[in-house]
């Protein structure tokens, strides 16, 4: 699965881990791994812009999805037998983030994770128009959210674990080369 960042915002935030968001969506809802995303990040500006031209709406939002045209719009992405497409791109505004995460009680990560899973939904065909849409969405976006953070923390734990592994092997003069391969 080929997904492209790249941060315009001016705003510092954790690409790589934008990038496994994204990705994590994607496996969940089946989305062939040949397919290719984009995620932009812009300034208010940029995006109060963009608002402006596709939506018709003054002023900067949180993220915009935009579906590329050339896929079958009578079948959905996620649809099983597909194989690769250019999915869009996302555009996310964390000037604008970091306001909702400071009033939602998380930070600016958390929230742009949430954005981006959410883009993901709306260039798979998505939508919260409508009450029955909306409940749809954001449970399924609030599920993906979740193992998404159970997923990360594990990597984490797994992660201080080697590290902690190699630090005592290196103290009793092992390396942690020298250390028998378990799955041999």
């Known amino acids: 699965m080929s997904i492209e960042i790249a941060n315009e915002s001016g705003v510092t935030v954790d690409e790589p881990s934008i990038v496994s968001a994204a990705r994590f969506a994607l496996d969940r809802m089946g989305v062939s791994p040949l397919a290719e995303l984009s995620v932009l990040l812009v300034e208010l500006d940029v995006m109060a812009d963009l608002h402006q031209r596709w939506m018709d709406l003054p002023g900067p939002t949180d993220v915009m999805a935009f579906p590329m045209d050339e896929l079958d ?3 959905r992405p996620d649809a099983a037998g597909l194989g690769p497409a250019l999915l869009g791109d996302i555009v996310l505004c964390p000037a ?11 930070g600016l ?3 742009l994770h949430l954005l981006t899973v959410h883009g993901v939904l709306h260039l798979l065909g998505y939508d919260h128009a409508e009450p029955a849409e909306e409940r749809e969405m954001f449970t399924l976006q609030n599920r993906i959210l979740g193992d998404f953070r159970t997923a990360a923390a594990e990597a984490e734990r797994t992660a201080a674990q080697r590290e902690a592994d190699s630090k005592l092997l290196g103290a009793v003069g092992l390396e942690d080369s020298d250390r028998p391969d378990p799955t041999t």
């Open 109 to 111: 990560l958390d929230e």
């Open 96 to 106: 604008f983030a970091k306001d909702q995460a400071k009033k939602a009680g998380h």
């Open 73 to 75: 719009s009578a079948r």
